[in-house]
C-alpha cells in the first residue's frame, strides 16, 4: 500500500534528551514535510523539504533539526533545546499544491 | 496576519441535523488553493477537498458540500444530516501560488455528533 507511515505512535522522553521522530514515504512525492499541533490549535510548519539533501525552516524550527538523504525519509530530532516539546507532530508528503499526511506521533516529555 | 479563521471552536449537533463549518481566510493573491481536511480522533489528517481559487463553483460529495464565495473570502463546508461518525476536528486551509510548500492552517472546529 502507498502511504506515509510515522513511527513510533507514542513517544516519552525524559527532559534533556534529544529524541528522532520517523518519516518515511512511498509515494515518490519530493516534498516532505512536519508540523507540530498543539492542543486546541492548528498546525504549525517546522520544516519542509523539496529534495534531497536539502530543506528550510518553517514557522517554529527553533530546537529542531532534520535531515534529508533519501527521498523517501525525512527523520525530525527535537533537541533538549526545544523548551516545550510535548506536543502531536505530522509528517506529510506532497506534489505541488496538495499535501498528504501520516497518522502522527504523540511526544510527551516526562 | 492570520491567514486562516474558523471562528467556531466546537459545535455539537444531535445525530441528522444539518451543520456549516465557517472558514474564512486572508490573502493578496489572486492565485491560491482552499482545503479541508479530516481529523478523526486516531488523529491523521484526511484530505477532503481542494479548491482553487478561480473555480468558485458550489461542489457536493454525497453529504458534503462546499460553499466558495470570493466576495467575502469565505470557503464553508455543510455536511447534511450528520452522523457520529462526522465526529472529528475538522481543518480550513490556505496555499498561495508560488508557496506551495507553505500551508497555512486554521486552529480547527470539533464536531461532536450525538446519537
Known amino acids: 500500500d502507498g502511504g506515509i507511515t510515522q513511527s513510533p505512535k507514542y513517544l516519552f522522553r525524559k527532559e534533556g534528551q534529544n529524541v528522532t521522530l520517523s518519516c518515511e514515504q512511498n509515494l515518490n512525492h519530493d516534498a516532505m514535510y512536519w508540523y507540530r499541533q498543539d492542543p486546541g490549535q492548528g498546525l504549525r510548519l517546522i520544516y519542509y523539504s523539496q529534495i534531497v539533501n536539502d530543506f528550510q525552516k518553517g514557522d517554529i524550527a527553533e530546537g529542531y533539526s532534520v535531515s534529508r538523504e533519501k527521498k523517501e525519509s525525512f527523520p525530525l530530532t527535537v533537541t533538549s533545546a526545544q523548551k516545550n516539546p510535548t506536543a502531536f507532530y505530522l509528517c506529510?508528503?506532497?506534489?505541488?499544491?496538495?499535501?498528504?499526511f501520516g497518522p502522527g506521533t504523540r511526544l510527551t516529555v516526562l | 496576519a492570520q491567514k486562516v479563521t474558523q471562528a467556531q471552536t466546537e459545535i455539537s449537533v444531535v445525530e441528522k441535523e444539518d451543520v456549516t463549518l465557517d472558514c474564512v481566510y486572508e490573502t493578496r493573491d489572486t492565485t491560491y488553493y482552499l482545503f479541508w481536511y479530516k481529523q478523526p480522533p486516531s488523529g491523521e489528517l484526511v484530505f477532503l477537498i481542494r479548491?482553487?481559487?478561480?473555480?468558485?463553483q458550489n461542489e457536493i460529495s454525497g453529504r458534503y458540500s462546499w460553499n466558495f464565495q470570493k466576495s467575502t473570502s469565505s470557503f464553508n463546508f455543510t455536511i447534511t444530516a450528520s452522523q457520529v461518525v462526522d465526529s472529528a476536528v475538522y481543518f480550513c486551509a490556505l496555499s498561495e501560488a508560488g508557496n506551495f510548500n507553505k500551508f497555512y492552517f486554521g486552529s480547527g472546529t470539533k464536531l461532536n455528533v450525538k446519537p
Open positions: 506529510a508528503s506532497g506534489v505541488g499544491d496538495e499535501q498528504f
Open positions: 479548491r482553487n481559487s478561480f473555480d468558485e
